[in-house]
């Protein structure tokens, strides 16, 4: 017989790890007078989760030698299953429990509409020429899949609406610009210099 070792896949081969692991192995002693030898059984306590046999070994052991960890069980007692009128909802921010999961594809696809109306789409030399140029700009790539699944989702709203603010002329929906910022209204100086002059 070959020994293959002892150690024990718990995390592969079960669904729990046990609460007691107990090595057994046999031992040969000499017998006195008799110069006989004789196989002794030993348990070897290698884990115990309740804190009261571990290290211990027993000879022959017995039902009894591990009466300290079954009295520690919940044997018979109460069981408290899963509450599920309860949930860790509360640990979280309401902005973070919402639903991102396809922020990023939306994001995408943003993008890419921007650069379609923006003369920057379709497969001719001229538009994938700009079109390289715009992403290597604002992000850093020309990989469709490194914008699509790599960079972070922060990142990749900053980059969209430095996009947007060079093609559109205004931030994106994500960044609203503040009061008084980028507006399309032509300044009326004639009646700014009338308004200092009566001041005056």
């Given at each position: 017989?070959?020994?293959v070792g002892?150690?024990?896949?718990?995390?592969?081969n079960?669904?729990?790890?046990?609460?007691?692991l107990?090595?057994?192995?046999?031992?040969?002693t000499?017998?006195?007078?008799?110069g006989?030898?004789k196989?002794?059984?030993r348990?070897?306590?290698?884990?115990?989760?309740?804190h009261t046999?571990?290290?211990?070994?027993?000879v022959?052991?017995?039902?009894a030698?591990f009466?300290p960890?079954?009295k520690?069980?919940n044997i018979?007692?109460?069981?408290?299953?899963?509450d599920?009128t309860?949930?860790?909802?509360a640990l979280?921010?309401?902005?973070?429990?919402?639903?991102?999961r396809?922020?990023r594809?939306?994001?995408?696809?943003?993008?890419?509409?921007?650069?379609?109306?923006?003369g920057?789409g379709?497969?001719?030399?001229?538009?994938?020429?700009s079109r390289?140029?715009?992403?290597?700009r604002?992000f850093?790539?020309?990989?469709?899949?490194?914008i699509e699944?790599?960079i972070?989702?922060?990142?990749?709203?900053?980059a969209y609406n430095?996009?947007?603010?060079?093609?559109?002329?205004?931030?994106?929906?994500?960044?609203?610009?503040?009061p008084?910022?980028?507006?399309?209204e032509?300044?009326?100086?004639d009646?700014?210099?009338a308004?200092s002059a009566?001041?005056?």
């Open positions: 017989m070959i020994e002892k150690k024990i896949a718990a995390e592969k079960f669904a729990y790890e046990p609460s007691l107990v090595e057994m192995f046999a031992d040969q000499k017998v006195a007078k008799r006989k030898k196989v002794v059984n348990a070897l306590v290698l884990k115990d989760r309740g046999l571990n290290g211990r070994e027993f022959e052991p017995k039902f030698d009466l960890h079954i520690r069980l018979g007692g109460d069981h408290a299953g899963i599920e309860r949930n860790s909802a979280f921010p309401k902005d973070e429990r919402s639903d991102t396809y922020d594809d939306i994001i995408v696809e943003k993008i890419t509409a921007l650069l379609t109306e923006h920057h379709g497969t001719s030399k001229e538009a994938t020429a390289h140029e715009l992403l290597k604002h850093k790539t020309v990989s469709k899949t490194e699944k790599k972070p989702l922060d990142e990749l709203r900053l430095r996009l947007h603010i060079e093609l559109a002329g205004a931030p994106c929906s994500y960044f609203p610009p503040e008084g910022e980028f507006t399309d032509i300044p009326n100086f009646a700014h210099g308004s009566a001041h005056h």
